[in-house]
T-cell receptor, first 116, second 116 residues
Framework: DTGVSQDPRHKITKRGQNVTFRCDPI?????LYWYRQTLGQGPEFLTY????????KSRLLSDRFSAERPKGSFSTLEIQRTEQGDSAMYLC??????????????FGQGTRLTVV | AQKVTQAQTEISVVEKEDVTLDCVYE???????LFWYKQPPSGELVFLIR??????QNEISGRYSWNFQKSTSSFNFTITASQVVDSAVYFC?????????????FGQGTTLQVKP
């Protein structure tokens, strides 16, 4: 296992289209996070899964956004009816459970979305 | 509310100079964790260090050192004898220890440019 993997790395889409991103976490990590990073800013938390359960969603996650982790392994993030303001880097991270010796999050390389 | 402030937007140094990146945080929690991540141009956030709120010992790892001071709510990062490969965006982040989600609150980042 070489780390957190995200696909695609880049996506250009027209406004109004739907897009879906995939994240494959480190295999033994049961926690998975999605963050959004706009230019010149730090990542902002979007949502978090523990196994297949989505336990927290940020107010940033409008009803056009939906995330799933159906079998507690990979996760998808879908954005419906994309808007230009959705243009950003979408980062996925995974970690061991709280209370583990090492709980730091490991990040993927991100999916850069451009909405034109 | 939790907040992380990295007041330095960009720093430029010449190779072999020492450089300190500042981080100030705000939290009402008594248990929390502080992190530093490096983001090279490839986009992946690379974990550098985690420090919990009960451990104020400074840490050194090779050319990197961290100074944690609860009295001033700061967690500064120093690179000694900087190298061109250190050029990246560096993020300081805060995780509260009470919510059990593991989500990170990031600062805005400091872009470090090391010139040969």
């Amino acid at each position: 296992d070489t780390g957190v993997s995200q696909d695609p790395r880049h996506k250009i889409t027209k406004r109004g289209q739907n897009v879906t991103f995939r994240c494959d976490p480190i295999s033994e990590h049961n926690r998975l996070y999605w963050y959004r990073q706009t230019l010149g800013q730090g990542p902002e938390f979007l949502t978090y899964f523990q196994n297949e359960a989505q336990l927290e969603k940020s107010r940033l996650l409008s009803d056009r956004f939906s995330a799933e982790r159906p079998k507690g392994s990979f996760s998808t993030l879908e954005i419906q009816r994309t808007e230009q303001g959705d243009s950003a880097m979408y980062l996925c991270a995974s970690s061991l459970p709280q209370g583990s010796l090492n709980t730091e999050a490991f990040f993927g390389q991100g999916t850069r979305l451009t909405v034109v | 509310a939790q907040k992380v402030t990295q007041a330095q937007t960009e720093i430029s140094v010449v190779e072999k100079e020492d450089v300190t990146l500042d981080c100030v945080y705000e939290t009402r929690d008594t248990t929390y964790y502080l992190f530093w991540y490096k983001q090279p141009p490839s986009g992946e956030l690379v974990f550098l260090i985690r420090r919990n709120s009960f451990d104020e010992q400074n840490e050194i790892s090779g050319r990197y050192s961290w100074n944690f001071q609860k009295s001033t709510s700061s967690f500064n990062f120093t690179i000694t004898a900087s190298q061109v490969v250190d050029s990246a965006v560096y993020f300081c982040a805060l995780m509260d220890g009470s919510s059990n989600t593991g989500k990170l609150i990031f600062g805005q980042g400091t872009t470090l440019q090391v010139k040969p």
